[in-house]
Each structure stands twice: as C-alpha cells, then as structure tokens.
C-alpha cells in the first residue's frame, strides 16, 4: 500500500473530486432503493475504504450502483430490510467464490462497440437527469438513471418537470458553476502555474455556498433550501449513530427467497463490475489492467461487510470512476481516499457538507456526462463500419431506454450477430520464443487465419505476460480477418512498450486509419 503514497499529490485532489460527486450518489441511490440514505453512505464508506484498498484496479472507485435499484428496492419490500441484509452479505460470499474460482474472465468478452456504447449512454443520461437538478427540480432522488422515474415520468418527460415551478437560486448558482467548470477546463487555466492546480470540481462546490450564503444576507427570494440543498444524516450522539447500523437477520437463513436475490445481487454486481472495470481500463491513459478475479474477491468481501453493517449492494461505478480519471487520480489510493472523506463527512463535519447546493453537483456530473458521450467518440465508431456502429448505438439507446443491464444485454446480443454474420471463427495463436542476435529475448507472436473479439482475451493476457525489456514479433502473414477488437488490444499495448523497455515489431497488422470507411 505504501508504494501509492508517492501519488498523493495527484491522488488526494482528485479524491475531493470524486467524495463530491459520490456523496449524492450514496445518498440518491439509497433513497431510490427505498432504504435510509445513512445505507448509502455506509455503502460508500464501505466500497471507498475496503475496496478500494483489496482491488487491484488503478482507477475505478466502488459504491451503491444506480443499476441494482429496482432489484434492491423490490428485496427491500419483499423480505424486509435486515432479511435483504442477509442476502446482501450472501451475495458477497458468492462473488468471493466466483473470483476464487477464476470466472472474472467474462469480462474479457464484451465487444468494445458495446462498452463504449455503455460510457456513451451513461454520460447522456447523467446529462438528461442533471439538467432538471440544474434547474432546481429535486422531487427525484440524484443517482436514478433507469428510463422510468420515481416520480412517474420518465427521462425525456422530466426534462420538462422545472418549467412547471422554476427555482432562480439553483437556475444561477447551477449555471455560475457550468460556466467556471468550463472556463477551468480550458487550455487557458490548465496552463496556469497556481490556478491549474485548483480542482475544478471542488472549487464549483465552494463557489455555489458561498453564492447561496449570499443570497441569504440580500436575496431572501433565492436562499436554496431543503432538498435543493445535500442532505447528509446528522446524528446528535455515538447512540443514535450506533442505533442506524442494521444487522442482518441469521435466523432467515432457511428461507429459499434469500438466495434467490443472493444469486440475482452476485450475478448483476458481478457484471456491472466486469463491465465497469473493462471501461475504465479503456480510458486509462496508461492501459494499466485490472485482474478482474481479484476484482470479484475484493467485492465480495467488501459486499458481505457492507451487509453485515447495514449497507447496500456495491459494484464498481463507472461515474464515479470517471470523475477519478478526470481529476488526474495515478493510484487506487484516490478511491481509498474518498471513502475516508465520506466518513470524516458522516462522523464529523455533515453540517458543513449540507450547506452544498445539489445544482452545484448537477453541473459536476453534467461535465463528467459531456466527456462520456463527447460528440467524436460517435464520429470515431462511426469511422469504424456499420459492424461496430450498430451496436454501439443500438446499446446506447437500448440503455436510454431501459436500464444499464437490460441495455449491455440488447447491445451484446446485436454485438455477436454481427460476428456471426461476417462468419468469425473462434481462433489460436501460436508463440514461438528465441535469442535475438543482441541476446534480447524474442517472442514471435503469430496470429491466425481469423481474429475476432473471442480472440481477444487469449491475445490480452499473452502481451500481458511479456517481460520488460524484450523483443516482440507480432505477426498477421498468415491472417485474413482481424476484428478490431482484437486490433485494438494490439493499439494499446503499442502505447505502453516504451514504458516496459520493450521493443516492438508488427508485421502485416492493420493500422488503424485502415479500419475508417472512407
């Protein structure tokens, strides 16, 4: 663990960054979930600290998931809170025995067509459901991002929920800190020797208190109260904090429903996780990967604890862990970080943190939206063919639609028939290892007749294993296909040889230019 403590000057900064945009989120997705938004914040606690220390993963930051919602809020309703905290703590031993025995693999099998799809349409609905936050409507908790709302509407009806009582305090303190969010994000101020310095994020949060601490002494009329306002649990004493920390129910263990949402909270948390990792691993500007077994097992314990103490399902969050890249994070330390901030927040300073506009927040999350679904990662997929842009879009609105897991599902599905249809055939390489004449080591990598993204795990976990200072031969003579998926794993790992003192030789490999229809 020490060896990340030389990042804490990257890493501290950008865990402000990420406790601000994961502490609404704790508190929404609880409240979604028809729990206490104290739940929330254990999950947090919990997914920051324990999990973020045990994983493995760089950059991804873990929490209550927006996904499992309807499925914790129908358990919650079903077998009562401290039953559902026997399934939740069930479900983590469950995830610890999947990465014990090694099926983290699956993550390697989703089309990036489709993970890209996924990080497209979480940033337009983060866009979509922000924007009534902006404008000061927060009848619906902040974090829900299925199609069908709590209150009844649904993401683009709710869109129109502000104009029907608009709220001028959150409309000027949520457009103040747009404006200063984009002002810091431009070249102008990065540059700046004290102010690149500044977080954005953390500076928008100040700005958008003080403005409403202002309103207070000459505009009464636009004071943002109550629910405008974060809404951390404040408890008077050590009692009534003990009094929150729900225990499971042991005695339920006889009963079959346990393990039916046990299964159903493994199997979703599993996947949101692979799925999550898979992207944020993407975006890494050093392509660093994620074990994902070792994933499984740090969410499974960090699951069985948080249903021990009366938390909330975790999974590892792709908005949160965005926001972590954003912010400049090199080291899983940020996401330790920000779970030690949630904490201080909850035993000492939540009267401090409830003085936050949720406006301010919104525009947060509007930017971190924004640079999800920027408008050239739709012209670079479109580059790419009709084989890769269907599927990312028809992801995309499969989970505008519905929800993140039923989306991923429709887009795998549509992902694989185009495979099927351009008749890819499941492959082997063949590696062949000698002395270069310098006595480096040479590792002669040949692919197949056919490459495809079922390749594409087998061909990670080969460059994966390749020792630093060696000579590497990729070699596609012999290939008539090579999907890009496949390439891509190639494109990323041509990115990083510099670092790893390795030299690298490709022979007949597409470039990828060559994959854009003209």
């Known amino acids: 663990m020490f060896k990340y403590l030389k990042h804490f000057k990257q890493d501290f900064p950008a865990s402000i960054v990420v406790f601000l945009v ?3 989120l704790c508190l929404g997705i609880a409240v979604a979930s028809g729990a206490s938004p104290f739940a929330g914040l254990i999950s947090g606690i919990i997914g920051g600290i324990v999990i973020g220390s045990l994983s493995k993963s760089h950059l991804s930051v873990s929490g209550p998931a927006a996904g499992l919602v309807t499925i914790v809020s129908a358990a919650i309703l079903d077998l009562g809170y401290e039953t559902f905290l026997l399934a939740v703590f069930v479900a983590g031993l469950m995830q610890l025995l999947l990465g014990l025995i090694r099926a983290g693999i699956i993550g390697h099998f989703f089309p990036s067509s489709v993970i890209k799809g996924m990080l497209a349409a979480i940033g337009l609905i983060l866009i979509l459901k922000q924007v009534q936050h902006m404008f000061g409507y927060d009848d619906d908790p902040m974090g829900e991002i299925s199609f069908i709302q709590p209150d009844g509407e649904n993401t683009f009806t709710g869109l129109f929920k502000p104009f029907e009582d608009p709220q001028m305090g959150p409309i000027i303190i949520g457009f103040i ?12 101020i990065k540059k700046h020797k004290v102010l690149g310095k500044i977080p954005g994020a953390v ?4 700005i958008g208190a003080l403005i409403n601490e202002i309103f207070k002494m000459s505009s009464p009329d636009l004071i943002v109260t109550g629910k405008h306002l974060v809404n951390v649990p404040i408890f008077e004493s050590w009692d009534q904090f003990q009094s929150e920390l729900r ?4 005695s339920a263990l006889g009963n079959f429903k346990v393990y039916e949402v046990a299964v159903t909270l493994a199997l979703v948390a599993s996947l949101e ?4 990792i898979e992207a944020v691993d993407k975006l890494d500007p050093h392509k660093r990967r994620t074990p994902q077994n070792t994933e499984l097992r740090a969410q499974g314990i960090g699951n069985a604890l948080s249903g021990l103490v009366g938390g909330l399902p975790i999974t590892a969050v792709i908005v949160r862990s965005t926001a972590n890249l954003e912010a400049k994070a090199q080291s899983k330390m940020s996401a330790v970080y920000h779970g030690l901030l949630l904490l201080i927040t909850v035993v000492l300073i939540p009267f401090i943190i409830n003085l936050i506009p949720m406006a301010s927040l919104a525009a947060i999350l ?10 050239s990662l739709y ?3 479109y580059k790419l063919g009709w084989n890769r842009f ?3 879009i028809v992801t995309i609105l499969a989970i505008l639609f519905s929800n993140l897991l039923y989306g991923v599902i429709i887009g795998l599905i549509v992902g694989i028939f185009f495979i099927l249809r351009s008749n890819y055939i499941v492959t082997t390489q063949s590696d062949e290892e000698g002395e270069h004449e310098t006595g480096v080591k040479t590792i002669h990598i040949k692919l197949s007749e056919h490459v495809s993204f079922l390749n594409k795990a087998k061909l990670q976990l080969r460059l994966d294993k390749i020792p630093h200072g060696a000579h590497v031969v990729i070699d596609g003579t012999y290939t008539k296909d090579i999907d890009y998926d496949a390439a891509e794993v190639i494109y990323n790992f041509q990115g990083v040889v510099e670092e790893r003192d390795i030299k690298l030789e490709l022979k007949n490999i597409p470039k990828k230019e060559d994959y854009y229809v003209n």
């Open 22 to 24: 994961a502490l609404p």
């Open 177 to 188: 800190c747009l404006a200063l969010l984009i002002l810091w994000a431009s070249g102008t």
């Open 203 to 206: 500076l928008a949060v100040v």
């Open 247 to 250: 225990t499971p129910d042991f």
């Open 273 to 276: 996780t692979l799925l999550s």
């Open 366 to 375: 509007l930017m971190v939206g924004y640079k999800l679904t920027r408008p």
């Open 379 to 381: 012209k670079e997929q």
């Open 390 to 392: 269907i599927p990312f």
